[in-house]
């Protein structure tokens, strides 16, 4: 039985699947956060987290002190891997696991894949196809790189996640509100100062998908492409996935696998965003952890890997097997219910309970709901399966679209 360190964790799906994947890969973890009280905000009874064998408190956004820290917890708790689910803390998770000689990937690949504007210069050294961009900062620098490169465009921080501030641009006037919009929000959900670059884009047409993989001893594994839906423009809100793509995705995973060499990541799971342009697949991100949003849920009901436990069984040194199993399920699909505007939730009702459905869920009266930006504002989900092929989405659009939000306020 391995000891895993996880140092914090995203309060949504994988701050649940990755203690349940740890426990039932026969493994335990202690837990380590600056706020326990985040995640008890975030939860309506026991949070899965608190089953750690022990659960600490330090400030794991200085990372010098922490280092020393986890030092003296690994000198008496004796730690056989580090974990974290949250992007914002992959760097910090690297740096330990190479002070005390843990498996992982090695940090300057981590901390290329987590910054945006790191990542952009290495894809583009190495050659790997992806949007024509520039980076920048501050105002005047901005609206110059814009104009170089030609509206649309597409304005991005560097260091946020969940598709925060991602916007199209279609002139300067909008570029100067993205550009104020990211300014006011100088540090993160998790109180660390942001970067104050600026990444801008070609704006690329095509179907978005992302490449689940699985790399060790420095050989990639494609377990598949999730194929996405993105709504809310401008903004590029994720409002839904199906697994396998209903389409042909292979000259994508094999940009991904290029894309994973280029940085250098060994010994993890990663979750590769790509769009699929006429001129052939152009590299969005490589996220150096399993995917959120429920795909690799979506991944074990059709191929019985589970990718939080292989990603638990990598931070322990393990080699997991992939060859999954048939589960008769053909494919899996969620979709998520967005906003249709601000305000206070009375009630959403909807009929749910339908065949192929196989988990449902939504916010309760009372939750204030957000203007729909990013995929922080869901207001619920619908999971389902097809047992003969490739329906899952059409099913968990069609639940969706039948979901009523009912407010307080009047609109």
């Not at 170089?148 to 002139?171: A, I, N, Q, T």
């Not at 995917?291 to 990598?314: H, K, S, W, Y």
Request: net charge negative.
């Amino acid at each position: 039985m391995g000891h895993l360190l996880m140092v914090e964790s995203w309060v949504g799906a994988m701050s649940t699947l990755l203690p349940r994947a740890i426990r039932e890969s026969g493994h335990r973890f202690t837990f380590l956060t600056r706020d326990l009280h985040h995640y008890l905000r975030a939860s309506t009874g026991p949070h899965p987290l608190l089953s750690a064998d022990n659960v600490f408190t330090a400030e794991t956004n200085d990372v010098e002190p922490l280092l020393s820290y986890v030092e003296q917890l690994h000198g008496v708790l004796r730690f056989d891997g580090v974990i974290s689910s949250c992007d914002y803390y992959l760097p910090t998770v690297a740096r330990i696991a190479e002070r005390l000689g843990l498996p992982g990937p090695s940090v300057d690949a981590v901390e290329s894949a987590n910054r945006k504007d790191l990542a952009r210069a290495v894809f583009a050294d190495a050659g790997v196809p992806g949007p024509r961009f520039a980076l920048a900062k501050g105002w005047e620098e901005t609206a110059k790189a814009a104009g170089g490169l030609g509206y649309p465009l597409v304005v991005k921080p560097v260091d946020l996640c969940g598709g925060m501030f991602v916007r199209k641009v279609s002139g300067e006037a909008e570029l100067r509100e993205a550009f104020q919009a990211m300014e006011a929000f100088p540090v993160n959900a998790r109180n660390q100062p942001r970067v104050p670059t600026v990444l801008i884009e070609e704006l690329l047409d095509g179907p978005e998908v992302s490449v689940e993989t699985v790399t060790a001893d420095g050989v990639t594994q494609v377990v598949g492409v999730t194929d996405k839906s993105v709504a809310g423009e401008p903004w590029f809100v994720e409002s839904g996935h199906m697994f396998p793509a209903d389409l042909d995705g292979s000259a994508a995973a094999d940009v991904a696998v290029r894309a994973i060499s280029a940085l250098g990541l060994d010994d993890t799971v990663a979750h590769t965003e790509l769009k699929l342009t006429a001129d052939g697949p152009k590299l969005i991100e490589v996220n150096p952890r399993p995917a959120g949003n429920q795909i690799t849920e979506l991944v074990r009901r059709v191929r019985g890997i589970d990718l939080p436990m292989v990603f638990a069984q990598l931070a322990v040194g393990e080699r997991p097997s992939l060859a999954g199993a048939d589960t008769g399920v053909r494919s899996a699909a969620i979709s998520f219910l967005l906003p249709p505007r601000p305000g206070l939730v009375a009630e959403i009702t909807g009929a749910v309970d339908v065949p192929g459905v196989v988990a449902a869920d939504v916010k309760p009266a009372g939750h204030r709901a957000g203007e729909p930006t990013s995929n922080n504002t869901y207001l619920g989900h619908v999971m389902t399966v097809d047992h003969d092929g490739l329906g899952a989405r059409a099913l968990a659009e069609k639940v969706v679209a039948g979901l009523d939000v009912r407010y307080e306020d009047p609109a």
